[in-house]
């Protein structure tokens, strides 16, 4: 995305020039899925695919805001003083929720601004567009007022907008990985501590692809809100034997010894997920660091396995991405990332085989789903921050 092409449409929208400029990327999870939520272990990293940003400073207490992906819902104004959800307010209901937890911390804002959004993550492809957009408008009023407001705040403000605002019971990996994010890296976060390690994502040899099965089935949040749910009864049952206060607690030992107590089989699968995925993660990054890509790989399709079978929040889409991308040659892995329940899947590709991999697996899928899939490379990014001219 060109600068001055923001810059223009920004223009067009307003009258007058833009001001600052900001980018906030999306993220895929390299591994670690569903343990956010039970104090597990995530690895995900951010993507150059991400939300921008054009901003001026307005003198009343407004905000208009226009998003180049949503010209038929206009712009939206709203006022910095009532920051309540509004379904109509669409896609700005994610800006209106940082803003109203943002002056909660730090007081009224002294005035609004107008806004012109482009964003180039597909939405509902589980890459994160909604995290994308809660950290760049956390940064933008950031930096636009000057706040004395950590990062680590910004991006737990981001959870709350999902979380309070939007009605999504998600944990902390999406608005972390946005926002706390370096070119280059992984991250390792322990979500029971948000201790973390940045983890070097060296790949001179392969491509990360991202393969979209532009799929997403219906009520995906009532289906990720009752993942959670069930993983709490679980825990609640396991909490009458064992001393945790999360199933990331736990070693796969210990839950093997008293997974008896958890009466459901649902439920002691979705448990049984949690659990082995947050250790398979441990793993993983520690098969990164060494060089051991092979076996980085192998724990990716466990990981898919997993959450096919225990955790079920795969689709046909998805399944066969991640089960047709392992039959390839030069594949070292592949998974599904994200929530699920449609979405895409990564893959790691040896360079020289990028080409014949994405003609494979995308006409198998055409051929058995009947429509197309979508395949990108992924590049890792920073997180969310102003993009200044010299760049
Ligand atoms: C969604 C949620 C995250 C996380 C993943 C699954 O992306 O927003 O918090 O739970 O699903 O790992």
Redesign the pocket.
């Given at each position: 995305m060109e600068r001055k092409q923001l810059m223009k449409e920004f223009k067009e929208r307003f009258n007058y020039e833009g001001e600052r400029v900001f980018f906030s990327p999306g993220r895929i999870?390299l591994i670690?899925?569903?343990?956010?939520?039970n104090g597990g272990k995530?690895f995900p990293c951010a993507i150059t695919m991400g939300t921008y940003g054009v901003v001026k400073a307005r003198k009343d207490n407004k905000v208009h805001a226009y998003s180049g992906n949503f010209p038929e819902v206009d712009t939206i104004v709203f006022n910095i003083q009532d920051l309540a959800f509004k379904k109509e307010d669409n896609w700005t209901n994610y800006v209106k929720g940082m803003m109203k937890y943002i002056q909660e911390q730090v007081g009224e804002l002294p005035h609004g601004f107008d806004l012109y959004v482009y964003g180039t993550i597909p939405n509902g492809a589980?890459l994160?567009s909604s995290?994308s957009l809660e950290l760049l408008t956390g940064v933008i009023v950031h930096d636009l007022y000057n706040l004395d407001i950590s990062r680590l705040d910004l991006v737990k403000l981001g959870m709350r907008t999902?979380n309070e605002f939007l009605g999504?019971n998600?944990?902390?990996?999406?608005q972390f990985a946005v926002g706390m994010a370096v070119k280059g890296y992984a991250m390792l976060l322990d979500t029971n501590t948000l201790s973390y390690e940045q983890v070097p994502v060296d790949l001179p040899h392969h491509k990360i692809v991202i393969m979209n099965s532009m799929t997403r089935r219906e009520l995906v949040d009532s289906e990720?809100n009752t993942r959670r749910e069930q993983c709490e009864a679980a825990l609640e049952q396991l909490q009458e034997v064992v001393d945790v206060s999360s199933l990331g607690e736990l070693t796969e030992e210990t839950f093997e010894k008293y997974k008896h107590v958890i009466k459901d089989d649902v439920l002691m699968r979705r448990a049984r997920h949690a659990v082995y995925e947050s250790a398979r993660t441990d793993r993983a990054a520690e098969a990164l660091k060494a060089g051991e890509l092979d076996l980085f790989g192998k724990y990716m399709n466990e990981s898919h396995i997993s959450l096919d079978e225990d955790y079920e929040v795969t689709i046909e889409a998805t399944d066969l991405l991640a089960r047709s991308a392992w039959k390839e040659p030069g594949v070292i892995g592949a998974r599904m990332t994200?929530?699920?329940f449609g979405g895409c899947c990564i893959a790691i590709v040896e360079n020289d085989e990028v080409k014949s991999f994405v003609e494979n697996v995308g006409s198998g899928f055409n051929e058995k789903i009947g429509h197309e899939a979508e395949f990108y490379i992924a590049e890792t990014a920073d997180g969310a921050k102003e993009w200044v001219d010299n760049e």
């Open positions: 999870n670690g899925e569903h343990t956010d939520y995530v589980s994160s995290a999902e999504l998600s944990g902390i990996l999406d990720y994200g929530g699920g």
